[in-house]
């Protein structure tokens, strides 16, 4: 009783979404779907290895699954804003199970294909292509905006637990009763999240539909509306900058440790075991400190850290010093992305929110093909090394400048606010950092 009694504090006091019975219902299912999802991505890794014994066609999987989320980012936002998000994740839930099973048979039943593999993992793309942005919105709708950082903060600690025991589960399915199981286990996993969503009774906020206007002037209007406001357009290239080049470690670590540090991949497991336990930690941290809410200078400060621990990787050649730099990195990029997801949540008017969540989904997720592309061949040209501080200058430059010029725009927004009478305020209130 006394052991109920402390749990129940702890959550009222620093995980206080899951008080909200909607979030419990949602949450429940992503911590076991998610963990599915990783037992898939190990499994698909090794499928395709298998089939082709190319590391080419391996990447080449990793390129189509990202190339609709690339692509169509933008077009979805403004199609998930006209109907219940609830309705879009039970249907595009309901179609990544399908895909799922369909590995699954087509393992089990020996007539599995690279071509097949391509095709699932093509239509897997374009399904999250709806499913990311709405899932992101979906949130305020079942926890508001107070818990709103919160809720993504425990989203981000339910998904690194997941990378962390996900492969170790799929690991074991692989080696002892076959590929086939990880992708029939992560089908099943989608019940859960299924019940969970068939269970929620939360008011869908629906946008107003606009006759006569098309999807592309939604989407000018959508982004003409982000570059107006300061605060999101400042997020939004903070976020493109960091993602496109510094979320790249799936490419430069396994280089690193085999031409660098001359190691095997029981070292890259621990540095990949690094990364994953600060982001765990940085989940846990921003959950814990939620109620401060999400500020600029979080984003700024973390960027810039980011950007730093990127350049001394390509200067460190010993193990322990990469691993702890890499879980310092770690700490920050779950920390960045936690509160930059969370400004723009809680900054974007209802009418535009799942419009500026598809353009946080196109700089953060659709930016991989890219990112992956050109430290990949930094990597080649340059060696890893050089290529984690390239990575590094990379992101100080911009991140500098974009903090640089907002910042002299907040200075002379506060000069002229006085004199400028009620119009001037405003602006200078939106430009200024959200208290």
Same mark, same amino acid.
């Given at each position: 009783?006394?052991?109920?009694?402390?749990?129940?504090?702890?959550?009222?006091?620093?995980?206080?979404?899951?008080?909200?019975?909607? *979030?419990?219902?949602?949450?429940?299912?992503? /911590?076991?779907?998610? $963990?599915?999802?990783?037992?898939?991505?190990?499994?698909? =890794?090794?499928?395709?290895?298998?089939?082709?014994?190319?590391?080419?066609?391996?990447?080449?999987?990793?390129?189509?699954?990202?190339?609709?989320?690339?692509?169509? =980012?933008?077009?979805?936002?403004?199609? %998930?804003?006209?109907?219940?998000?609830?309705?879009?994740?039970? %249907?595009?839930?309901?179609?990544?199970?399908?895909?799922?099973?369909?590995?699954?048979?087509?393992?089990?039943?020996?007539?599995?294909?690279?071509?097949?593999?391509?095709?699932?993992?093509?239509?897997?793309?374009?399904?999250?292509?709806? #499913?990311?942005?709405?899932?992101?919105?979906?949130?305020?709708?079942?926890?508001? @905006?107070? #818990?709103?950082?919160?809720? $993504?903060?425990?989203?981000?600690?339910?998904?690194?637990? !997941?990378?962390?025991?996900?492969? =170790?589960?799929?690991?074991?399915?692989?080696?002892?009763?076959?590929?086939?199981?990880?992708?029939?286990?992560?089908?099943?996993?989608?019940?859960?999240?299924?019940?969970?969503?068939l269970r929620i009774e939360a008011k869908p906020y629906v946008r107003a539909k606009k006759t006569g206007i098309g999807l592309i002037a939604e989407i000018k209007d959508g982004i003409r509306y982000m570059a107006g406001d300061p605060l999101l357009s400042q997020t939004i290239?903070?976020?493109?900058?960091?993602?496109?080049?510094?979320?790249?470690?799936?490419?430069?670590?396994?280089?690193?440790?085999?031409?660098?540090?001359?190691? #095997?991949?029981?070292?890259?497991?621990?540095?990949?075991?690094?990364?994953?336990? &600060?982001?765990?930690?940085?989940?846990?941290?921003?959950?814990?400190?939620?109620?401060?809410?999400?500020?600029? @200078?979080?984003?700024?400060? /973390?960027?810039?850290?980011?950007?730093?621990?990127?350049?001394?990787?390509?200067?460190?050649?010993?193990?322990?010093?990469?691993?702890?730099?890499?879980?310092? +990195?770690?700490?920050?990029? %779950?920390?960045?992305?936690?509160?930059?997801?969370?400004?723009?949540?809680?900054?974007?008017?209802?009418?535009?929110?799942?419009?500026?969540?598809?353009? *946080?989904?196109?700089?953060?997720?659709? =930016? +991989?093909?890219?990112?992956?592309?050109?430290?990949?061949?930094?990597?080649?040209?340059?060696?890893?090394?050089?290529?984690?501080?390239?990575?590094?200058?990379? /992101?100080?430059?911009? /991140?500098?400048?974009?903090?640089?010029?907002?910042?002299?725009?907040? @200075?002379?927004?506060?000069?002229?606010?006085?004199? &400028?009478?009620?119009?001037?305020?405003? !602006? !200078?209130?939106?430009? !200024?950092?959200?208290?």
């Amino acid at each position: 009783m006394n052991i109920r009694a402390a749990g129940g504090r702890l959550v009222d006091r620093h995980f206080h979404a899951l008080t909200h019975r909607n *979030y419990r219902y949602f949450w429940y299912g992503q /911590c076991i779907s998610l $963990i599915g999802t990783w037992m898939q991505n190990i499994g698909q =890794s090794w499928l395709v290895l298998t089939l082709t014994g190319s590391p080419f066609l391996l990447g080449l999987v990793g390129a189509v699954q990202f190339l609709p989320i690339t692509f169509l =980012s933008l077009f979805a936002g403004v199609i %998930i804003d006209r109907y219940p998000k609830r309705r879009i994740l039970l %249907i595009t839930q309901s179609v990544s199970m399908c895909l799922a099973l369909t590995l699954a048979v087509l393992v089990f039943t020996d007539t599995v294909r690279y071509g097949y593999v391509l095709t699932v993992a093509f239509l897997l793309g374009l399904t999250n292509t709806f #499913d990311l942005p709405t899932r992101q919105s979906f949130n305020i709708e079942i926890v508001g @905006k107070e #818990d709103l950082m919160n809720a $993504i903060a425990l989203n981000s600690t339910t998904f690194n637990l !997941a990378r962390i025991l996900g492969p =170790s589960i799929g690991a074991l399915m692989m080696a002892y009763l076959g590929t086939g199981w990880c992708f029939l286990l992560n089908g099943l996993s989608f019940v859960a999240v299924l019940l969970g969503l068939l269970r929620i009774e939360a008011k869908p906020y629906v946008r107003a539909k606009k006759t006569g206007i098309g999807l592309i002037a939604e989407i000018k209007d959508g982004i003409r509306y982000m570059a107006g406001d300061p605060l999101l357009s400042q997020t939004i290239l903070l976020v493109t900058v960091i993602g496109t080049i510094a979320f790249n470690f799936n490419v430069l670590i396994p280089v690193f440790t085999r031409t660098v540090l001359h190691l #095997d991949e029981k070292t890259y497991g621990g540095l990949m075991s690094c990364l994953g336990a &600060g982001s765990l930690i940085g989940a846990v941290t921003v959950g814990l400190r939620s109620k401060i809410g999400p500020k600029l @200078k979080v984003s700024v400060v /973390c960027s810039i850290v980011i950007s730093i621990g990127l350049f001394l990787i390509g200067l460190s050649g010993s193990v322990m010093v990469t691993g702890l730099l890499l879980l310092a +990195t770690g700490i920050c990029t %779950i920390a960045f992305s936690t509160n930059s997801n969370s400004l723009l949540q809680m900054n974007a008017r209802d009418e535009y929110r799942a419009r500026v969540m598809s353009v *946080y989904s196109l700089v953060f997720a659709g =930016s +991989t093909p890219l990112g992956n592309l050109l430290t990949g061949y930094a990597a080649d040209r340059f060696g890893a090394d050089s290529a984690y501080m390239l990575c590094g200058l990379s /992101c100080l430059v911009p /991140c500098l400048a974009i903090i640089l010029v907002y910042r002299n725009k907040r @200075k002379a927004a506060a000069k002229f606010a006085g004199a &400028g009478g009620p119009a001037v305020q405003q !602006a !200078a209130e939106r430009l !200024a950092e959200p208290k």
